[in-house]
């Protein structure tokens, strides 16, 4: 398998080694060089001495065993995500996925959303759920995903890290990260958020295994009514797995527009949010649910295109898609307050579905 790869990012070419946060940019020509090189043509010098620095690594071999190029793609995807499943092996309520089924692709339909994200140009993959680590079909994903040429983060609850057959995959071939959500720091309140019974237990079994094999960590510290008297706590088993960590307090209404996550939300912890000012959503990046239906995120899956049926060409259809569900209407429309908004449209569109208090997501519900 590759130790590097060689890609097209945006408007830059990288060249990245799995399992690492640092990379380097690379101009065309040398980009080109790399792609149009024989097969028995060695790792160019400049190739030889620039992973040396970088990574201490040793390219004394030829540049088709070590570098996979990734070639340009007309649609100019840079990240993606993908749903494997909306199961998971919690029952949280906050949870934003709301009724958690075990559905999706079988192993054809994935084979074939795999390739399509890939010809779309994504780099930087993430694989998430429900909880990806309990699909049985993860290993599979996850190698045919890294075998690709794609960096891949696994967003988990930690709950099977430990598992052998998914320690001993991704410690052979590393994500460029794994992020866990942080639910507690005391079984009791973990396992009360969780409303499943030794998951506290699993949980720090996970991460004690992942932080021993050296993975790359990073944290969500998850503040709800029943943790937040354990923030400093949970902020302090982050760093004690020597992981950066993120606070999220601001609970969303479900993907279907529903209230029954809402009611976990800390008022304490409420934080206003910066303003909205546009984001990439539906042109440089994209999301995949468990069926292959692309949307333009996680939250805005209001119009689909079925990626599967339609291949990578139905990508063409996100752009126009991103630019309707993000024009103000409905409750928002012609809100005199609206530039400085700290939602998009489309999560707003969810929190009014929901009937959720404006305090919740909108500036005319503070005081």
């Not at 209230?259 to 909205?276: A, I, M």
Request: hydrophobic fraction near 35%.
């Amino acid at each position: 398998m590759h130790e590097l790869i060689a890609a097209p990012f945006l408007d830059h070419y990288l060249l990245m080694r799995p399992g690492r946060q640092e990379g380097m940019k690379i101009p065309f020509r040398r980009y080109h060089e790399l792609r149009t090189a024989t097969v028995d043509q060695p790792c160019p010098s400049w190739l030889v001495d620039a992973v040396q620095r970088a990574w201490g690594l040793d390219l004394a071999h030829r540049q088709a065993d070590a570098v996979l190029v990734r070639p340009p793609s007309l649609y100019g995807y840079a990240r993606a995500s993908y749903e494997l499943n909306l199961g998971c092996n919690y029952n949280c309520a906050f949870c934003y996925l709301g009724e958690k089924k075990f559905e999706g692709l079988d192993w054809h339909g994935r084979e074939r959303l795999l390739h399509v994200i890939r010809d779309a140009g994504v780099v930087w993959l993430q694989l998430t759920g429900g909880e990806p680590l309990i699909d049985p079909l993860f290993r599979e994903v996850y190698g045919l995903a890294y075998a690709l040429g794609m960096m891949l983060t696994i967003s988990s609850n930690g709950s099977r890290l430990h598992d052998p057959r998914i320690l001993n995959l991704i410690t052979r071939y590393r994500p460029y990260r794994i992020v866990v959500s942080i639910y507690g720091a005391t079984e009791e309140t973990y396992d009360k958020v969780t409303r499943r019974r030794g998951t506290f237990r699993q949980f720090r079994r996970g991460l004690a295994a992942a932080h021993e094999t050296g993975l790359s960590l990073r944290f969500n510290v998850v503040v709800i009514d029943e943790n937040a008297h354990e923030l400093d706590a949970m902020r302090a088993l982050a760093d004690e797995f020597g992981g950066d960590h993120h606070v999220y307090s601001n609970i969303s209404p479900t993907i279907h527009g529903g209230p029954e996550s809402l009611t976990s939300q800390s008022t304490e912890h409420l934080r206003v949010r910066k303003p909205f000012t546009g984001c990439n959503a539906g042109v440089t990046h994209f999301h995949a649910d468990p069926f292959g239906l692309a949307s333009i995120c996680k939250v805005g899956r209001d119009e689909q295109v079925d990626l599967v049926a339609e291949g990578v060409e139905g990508l063409s259809k996100l752009p126009p898609i991103a630019d309707k569900l993000m024009v103000r209407t409905g409750g928002c429309s012609g809100c005199a307050l609206q530039g400085s908004c700290g939602v998009c449209r489309p999560l707003a569109k969810r929190y009014q579905e929901a009937k959720a208090p404006l305090a919740s997501y909108c500036q005319h519900g503070r005081r």
